[in-house]
């Protein structure tokens, strides 16, 4: 579990102790239902991850929303979008063994996270993954109930494929931007899971993605 359910949960136990020694059990059970609330979503299950070579692991649970070839500060890249409701595990997992090369944090608006607008204009952090002769991109998104995005590596620090890099707190987004020669194994409407599901194949003869500029900052939201 995600420390952070711990201290929702505990916070929450001590208020229904308190509500029900102040007013009586029928009112403590709200906040002992609530603690139970916040300790399920912040599970963090362990997940089986692949060794194929190549292999592009989801970066989230959810449903994806979108596979398209778009442009992207005038690149062209496949992007993967994955919806994440209230209900699906919100930690974040690295697509590719790689280094971290950028991480950039925007303050943006909180959008519903099923408008494509809000891959643009909403609270994001967008990570450059380098490793497999390939650069890789995931942003995670805030949505109209997500208002904490945590990132937890450093840039320059060498992550494994799945290993856990951040969390995205409530409903958001996550977008994965490949190269467009990438073999796309997912179509819209699937359900995904992070670091177990395969989205895409990368092909080791193709160009890599751009990355983000070296001279962006890590910025971290706590």
Known sequence: MVRDGYYYGVVLFFAAVLIGWLTGPFWAVIPILLAGFFLWFFRDPERTITDDPGAVVSPADGKVTQVAN?????????????????FDVHVNRSPITGIIRAA??????????????CAECNEQNTVTVEGEGH????KQIAGLLA????????????????ERVGL????????????????I??????????????????????NELTTVSAGQQRRTKY
């Open 185 to 206: 194994l997912v179509k819209t409407g699937d359900r995904v899971k992070g670091g177990s599901s395969v989205l895409a194949y990368l092909n080791t003869n193709r």
């Open 168 to 183: 995205i707190k409530f409903g958001s987004r996550t977008d994965l931007l490949l190269d467009p020669g990438a073999t």
């Open 135 to 138: 650069t890789v991109i995931f």
């Open 104 to 117: 950039h944090y925007q303050p943006g608006e909180f959008l519903n996270a099923m408008n494509p607008a």
């Open 70 to 86: 778009v442009h992207v500060d005038g690149k062209p890249v496949l992007r993967v979008s994955i919806f994440l409701n209230v």
């Open 147 to 162: 208002r904490r995005i945590v990132f937890t590596k450093q840039i320059g620090q060498k992550v494994e494929r799945g």
